[in-house]
Each structure stands twice: as C-alpha cells, then as structure tokens.
C-alpha cells in the first residue's frame, strides 16, 4: 500500500475523523445506511495532521498540475483545507457554494476569479461525487479551466467514479477504501469477518442494508 495512503488512513482513524459500524451503520443525510461515517473538519483541529494534508496536496497539486493558477475550495468543508493550500503555494483562492446565495450579490463562486484561469479544485470527501462535480461545472460555467480534483479521501464507489468520467474530471485522493480498511484490520478496529459487510457495502451504497 502507498505509504502516504497508509499514514492519512491511519490519522483520520485515530482522531475518529472516521469512524466505522458494521454491525450498528449510520443513516446519511440521503437516508442510505452506511458502516462509515466521515467528518474530515476534525482534521484542522490537530495541527501535526492538518499541515500533513495540506503538505500532500501540495505535492500532487505540483507534480500532478504545476500550471496552476488558482485554488478552489468546495464549501464548506474544503474552504479551510484550501486556504491552507493557496497559502503554501502562494496562489489566488476562491470557493464554490452548493448554489447561488438568494440574497446579496447572488454568488455561487465567492473571491476573484478572471476569465480562462488555470484551476485546481481541493474537496475534503468523495462520496457519489456530486456535490464536488457540481462545483467543478460552476466553475467551467464561469471560464475557468479545471485541472482536475484533489480530495483527502474517497469511498471509491463505481458510481463516483464514472460520474468523474462523464465529467471529464480528473481526481486524485490522499488516500482511499481500501487504504482505510487495510489499515482498520491491520489494528484489529474491524474483524475480519466484518469486511465481508465493509466492502459490500461500497460496491452498491444506495441499496445496501446492514
């Protein structure tokens, strides 16, 4: 396993960013049940874990597009993971709303964003994938050229995935499923009979009951 997919797997398991229930799943807000539930806010709180984030992303942003001329954060939980990155890279920042405000200026996209600007988007999750889309399409819709996606983790679901490729958006994640579950076993936070659940359950979310 990438030892970088390990370490962020190994931190957000620590910190209890993620938490994982086989036997005793979440409800979403969409009402799917799910083993896993995920707040990578938690993250900014420990110092040590939010530079290694913003670090990481820093190096894929540069190794993955190093024509970059802005950052975008998905609000809201990727404005501050953002900042961060804009920050070490000494780059313009901008976030994207769910939708346009009702009142005010009526931004969906709140900062300075010229026209056929160079842009990679930082998300903190990768669920289905279409919220983070969806702020990828704002900012198309507004002349910016996306690069591509940087998240801290996906669920790796198929349905994720295509949705990226009809979207002829490229993503790259810090860390994944299946680090996250290799590592859980590794420190005996999930049996082993446990992955049976674990792994059925992301190859079809919006069915799956426990």
Request: hydrophobic residues 40%; negative net charge.
């Amino acid at each position: 396993m990438n030892e970088v997919k390990k370490t962020i797997a190994e931190k957000l398991i620590q910190i209890k960013a993620i938490k994982l229930q086989p036997t005793n799943p979440f409800t979403w807000a969409s009402g799917w049940k799910s083993p896993i539930y995920c707040d990578n806010r938690l993250t900014l709180s420990y110092s040590d874990i939010r530079k290694l984030i913003r670090d990481e992303f820093v190096n894929q942003i540069r190794k993955n597009y190093p024509e970059v001329e802005v950052i975008a954060g998905v609000a809201t939980g990727a404005i501050a993971q953002g900042v961060l990155v804009a920050e070490a890279m000494d780059l313009p920042f901008v976030y994207v709303r769910p939708s346009a405000k009702s009142h005010g200026m009526g931004n969906q996209i709140e900062g300075y964003l010229p026209d056929n600007k160079k842009v990679v988007v930082i998300e903190d999750l990768i669920s289905t994938g279409g919220s983070s889309l969806k702020a990828v399409a704002s900012l198309r819709e507004a002349g910016a050229e996306v690069l591509g996606m940087v998240a801290i983790i996906t669920y790796d679901f198929p349905l994720a995935q295509n949705n990226f490729k009809e979207a002829d958006c490229n993503l790259i994640t810090l860390s994944d499923y299946h680090a996250l579950l290799e590592y859980a076993t590794s420190v005996n936070y999930v049996e082993e009979n446990q992955l049976e659940t674990l792994q059925e359950w992301r190859k079809d979310p919006s069915v799956w009951q426990q």
